[in-house]
């Protein structure tokens, strides 16, 4: 089956610093990949949908600015939480999707999980 | 876009008991995917339902797209102590709709 490989799996940072969480399709291309967040025994909340070569779309009520997302190849999306403050503790998800499939199966990183003291 | 909701948000079951989860959409969907969350892991695909009263087997389980296509059950039955896990479903408002909507999830606990 596809692996998504994400990291970090843990972070722990100061507030006020920024963290970038990457996203990786290792053996398959994606030109499309999800960020989530979810909150413990919560479902998953689409945060922004990342496009390879392009602007990520973002969710209503998602900061662009706060969450910004990079999605410079076919297999590797990044996150980054700038100015973390500690409301922005949370696991963190991603997934994507083979190239071409639109309505094929996700396949989901490990996640990360970020404190933000 | 549509909203997903799935009932119950948990489920303790007995160790050999049948247990389903639902799933209701506000708007008719075009397909309709499962997926198994393990305590502290990710989501991992079960399975897709496209057709009108779809019904897929995988072992003990059993899912099914309702005749409307608005909603859907898992079904397990003789739950084992490897069933422990979140269930979602994620459905998809139209074919050419990239993205999926996930319903809030069945959080499924087992009694040995």
């Known amino acids: 089956g596809a692996v998504v490989s994400q990291h970090p799996s843990r972070v722990i940072c100061k507030s006020g610093t920024s963290v970038k969480i990457e996203c990786r399709s290792l053996?398959?291309?994606?030109?499309?990949m999800f960020w989530y967040r979810q909150f413990p025994k919560q479902s998953l909340m689409l945060m922004a949908t990342s496009n390879e070569g392009s602007k990520a779309t973002y969710e209503q009520g998602v900061e662009k600015d706060k969450f910004l997302i990079n999605h410079a190849s076919l297999t590797l999306s990044t996150l980054t939480v700038t100015s973390a403050h500690p409301e922005d503790s949370s696991f963190y998800i991603c997934s994507a999707r083979k190239t071409g499939l639109i309505t094929g199966e996700l396949f989901f990183g490990e996640g990360s999980r970020l404190t933000v003291l | 876009g549509q909203q997903v909701m799935q009932i119950p948000q948990y489920q303790h079951v007995q160790e050999g008991e049948d247990f389903t989860t639902y799933c209701n959409s506000s708007?008719?969907?075009?397909?309709i995917q499962w997926y198994k969350q393990r305590p502290g892991g990710h989501p991992v695909f079960l399975i897709q339902l496209v057709k009108s009263g779809e019904v897929k087997k995988q072992k003990r389980l059993t899912f099914q797209f309702g005749e409307a296509k608005k909603n859907s059950s898992l079904h397990i039955t003789a739950t084992q102590t490897t069933d422990v896990g979140t269930y979602f479903c994620a459905g998809r408002g139209s074919s050419n709709d990239y993205k999926l909507s996930f319903g809030a999830g069945t959080t499924v606990t087992v009694r040995a």
């Open positions: 053996d398959f291309q994606a030109t499309t």
């Open positions: 708007t008719t969907l075009s397909n």
